[in-house]
């Protein structure tokens, strides 16, 4: 075969080769155009954000994308069943009644439905959390009136922004709920029946249809009715004079419990005269004032008090002093003012060593209280140790007699300050309010070196109000609204937690060297000392007047319903009210 020939047969070959790979390299070109890659969508992290329980997203989209599917999971690796999921064609979305206070993993990814394909998942570089429930304040606070022993009548506001269809109720303490159903909550009231006597509950407002975690809208906490089987009735302070004294020397009763009548005020003094002198009242056994909700009947105190003076060979047995929905106040006219000091309800006097005795309980609930000096009065230093395990003070108005000229001698609310009162180991007050005392030395007074402080001690002040509470004495501002604890050297633990301070010249606390624990606690301007208040206050930036409904009829009732105290319910409930 010859060159030429030669050449002609390679030609043949060569020439179909070529014309293949063109056409091949424009198949390519086609494909490119026809299967675009989708980009991966990236997410604009300053227009990713939360609202209440509702979370908004925003990307940056492609050109080649038709949708995007975003997915949101309490998983951060997405392989729960249980997740949100939305697609959009643009690049925003927003995912509505989520669970509040929850945190949240987001991921979105570009889609070409008509291509069939979809880009790699993108996710957000960090959680996003829903925020806390601003709760909607429609159940009304049970009133005495409507309780009974057995059960309650509660109202609420009906609305169809905050729609009702049932009810929740739990007994304090406990977690297992009662669900009732209602068939007209349009009514805007219900009777719940069937509750134990003289049990403490709580009550919710429900709506079933509503985000997991928020079924339940404001809860109100109230106590039945009834009487433990002992309890004597009493007709008036002279029947129940007699009826103390006589029951503490009656060897048959190891504690007395008596029945005060709603509405009815009891002079304790001999003749049961307005002012007239109380005196001592020997107390060597346990002893409970108690009355049913509703109006409640007040016992009145002068110059005198439930007295306690161990002795050996005489040495009380208490294991309780309980007073529940009664008032304690001191009784005075212009003619016979004040006695001061010498008013008080409780004093443990001083006594010697090998007398020590112990109280398990000390409470006073659901009490208006008024008095010139304390509820508890261990003013005098002991060798003798009295203990008292729990100290409970609970939804009490506190208030005092700002006499100067005849209350001289200032003590705390709780005054056991000195060497031999043991009663620092579980002290709570709650739910109150202490106000209009500005020369009291505040709740605890001003403990001293010598008192003891037992190991793994818990005293709490949470939920409660102050409005010119031991804020100035003489005008020197020495007194604290909590108390002055820089003389302590055992350490005390000490939690102060979600109240609320108005008008006042002088700070919270001396803390010295105590444990001390603080959150949530808010001040008005008309708080002066916020920069130096012992604790750590947030400002309301509002003055009390704007805040509160009617300083100078002591009203506190918190009428800006914009208020964080107002939504987060912060300090004295009974001021967190349904707004008309």
Sequence with gaps: MDIKTNSRMKTRYIVPLLLFCLFACMACEDDKTEMPRLFRPSFIASSCFAEDNTITLAWRTSGEATSYTVELSQDATFQ?????????EHGKCVFTNLRYETKFYARVRANNESLAITSNWTEMGSSISTLSRTIPKILYAVEGSRISETSVEIKWVVSEKNPVDGLA???EGTTEERQISLENASAGQYTITGLTPRTTYYVALTNSAAPEGAEKYNQQRFTTAGMPADAVV?????????????????????ALVFQLKNGVDYYLTEGGEVAAKTGDIKLT??????????????????????????????????EYFVVDNVNIKETWTESKPSKGSKTRLLNIGKHDAGTDFT???????????????????????????TTINHIRIDNCLVSGINDTKNVTKQFGFIHAINKGSNVWNDVSVTNSTFYEFYISPGV?????????????NKVVISNCT?????????????YRAVGNFSKLTAPLNLSVNNCVFGSSESKVLDAGGINLDSKGNYCTSDFEKMSDAGLTLISLDTDDASLFRNI???????????????????????????LD
């Design 444 to 456: 605890f007074g001003a403990p001293t070196a010598n008192v003891p402080i037992a190991v793994g």
């Design 285 to 318: 056994k346990s002893i409970a004032l108690l009355a049913n909700p509703g109006e409640r009947p007040t016992l009145y105190i002068r110059e005198g008090c439930f007295n306690v003076k161990p002795e050996s060979g005489n040495m009380p047995d208490i």
């Design 169 to 171: 109720i739990w007994e």
């Design 80 to 88: 729960s069943e249980k997740f949100e999921t939305q697609t959009v």
């Design 359 to 385: 109280i398990d309980r000390f409470e006073i609930t659901n009490s208006d209280i008024v008095l010139p000096s304390a509820v508890l009065m261990m003013s005098d230093a002991s060798e003798g140790v």
């Design 234 to 254: 009493v007709e008036d302070g002279v029947d129940l004079m007699g009826k103390i004294k006589a029951g503490m020397t009656d060897a048959s009763k190891q």
């Design 466 to 478: 102050f409005y010119n509470w031991g804020s100035n004495k003489d005008g020197k501002n020495t």
């Design 552 to 578: 100078e009829e002591n009203d506190f009732t918190v009428i800006d319903a914009e208020s964080v105290i107002y939504k987060s319910e912060y300090g004295d409930p009974r001021w967190i009210t349904v």
